[in-house]
Nanobody, 123 residues
Framework: VQLQASGGGLVQAGGSLRLSCAAS????????MAWFRQAPEKEREFVAV????????YYADSVKGRFTISRDNAKNTAYLQMNTLKPEDTAVYYC?????????????????WGQGTQVTVSS
């Protein structure tokens, strides 16, 4: 199983980025999928999660209204559209998949992880 996260970069505050997470070795439509992020010297924190069909979505309060999680099961890929970025959004962003169909904001509930993509927002 491999999750390949991409799309990070350097952007000014107020700008946008779109992250992608391409899955191989598993059929993504059978699993929930989440995004987490980790800033330097901070714990990994939950960003958003999407159900298998895409019909159920949940966001962390810190990104609600600015970020949009989505998925294209035909492409075995999930996305995180990030708008109105703030300097405090600076972090390494990870996509993750749990083996079981569990709704959780805890990183411990997720079994497969992408390698992370750096997002840096300048003020």
């Amino acid at each position: 199983v491999q999750l390949q996260a991409s799309g990070g970069g350097l952007v000014q505050a107020g700008g946008s980025l779109r992250l992608s997470c391409a899955a191989s070795g598993l059929t993504l439509s059978r699993y929930r999928m989440a995004w987490f992020r980790q800033a330097p010297e901070k714990e990994r924190e939950f960003v958003a999660v999407i159900s298998r069909s895409g019909g159920s979505i949940y966001y962390a309060d810190s990104v609600k209204g600015r970020f949009t999680i989505s998925r294209d099961n035909a492409k075995n890929t999930a996305y995180l559209q990030m708008n109105t970025l703030k300097p405090e959004d600076t972090a390494v962003y990870y996509c993750a998949v749990p083996r079981s169909d569990v709704f959780s904001q805890s990183p411990r509930s997720y079994d497969y992880w992408g390698q992370g993509t750096q997002v840096t927002v300048s003020s």
